[in-house]
Structure formats: structure tokens, C-alpha cells
């Protein structure tokens, strides 16, 4: 399944990524995989498109999905877990009439 065609198909996941008819734990960890490295294959991706930057980048196919992916999709999902637990937040105070009040 393909979600956005680009040349280095960074954004491609495969539903049966070992090919033996099945859905398997192996196949579910791909997913998690792919999904976990989601904002740095979109962020290379969007660099990737403007040449210029991206040779000055040295951007491959490989890029977004070793180390520095890691960290950066990892800060990416703190991120947006942060602010989605801040909104879960203030809305649950909201219903309780108000945080601090006796």
C-alpha cells in the first residue's frame, strides 16, 4: 500500500513485508517501524523536494531511517503525545468546573 509515491517510496508499507501469505508478529513490528519513523520520512520528504537543499543535505533513500530519524521521530511523538495529553487535560478540568477549586 502506498500512501504518497516519491522515488525513494520512503512512505510505501508493505502488508506482508516477509511474503509468505500471512500476517505474522514480524509483519505488526514492520508497522510499528514504519509508523514510528513516520515524521522523519515526511520531514525527508519534504526537504527532498527542493534538489538544492537536499544535495546540500546529502540526503539519500537511507536518510530518516537510522539514528538521527530515531531521535527525531522520537521528539516528534513526545511532542504531539504532549500536547494531545495537555489537551486531554484541560478538557477533563474543564468538566470537573475548574482546576485549584474546592
Not at 501469505?21 to 508497522?31: H, K, M, P, Q
Amino acid at each position: 500500500m502506498v500512501i504518497f509515491a516519491d522515488q525513494c517510496q520512503r512512505l510505501e508499507i508493505v502488508v506482508d513485508s516477509n511474503r509468505d501469505g500471512r500476517i505474522s508478529v514480524s509483519d505488526l513490528l514492520e508497522w510499528l517501524q514504519f509508523l514510528y519513523y513516520l515524521p522523519a520520512r515526511f520531514a525527508t520528504l519534504a526537504v527532498d523536494r527542493s534538489s538544492t537543499l537536499s544535495k546540500f543535505l546529502d540526503l539519500s533513500c537511507d536518510t530518516g531511517t537510522h539514528w538521527g530519524g530515531a531521535v527525531f521521530s522520537g521528539a516528534v511523538w513526545l511532542l504531539i503525545f504532549g500536547l494531545i495529553s495537555m489537551a486531554w487535560g484541560d478538557g477533563s478540568a474543564r468538566k470537573r468546573g475548574g482546576a485549584g477549586r474546592s
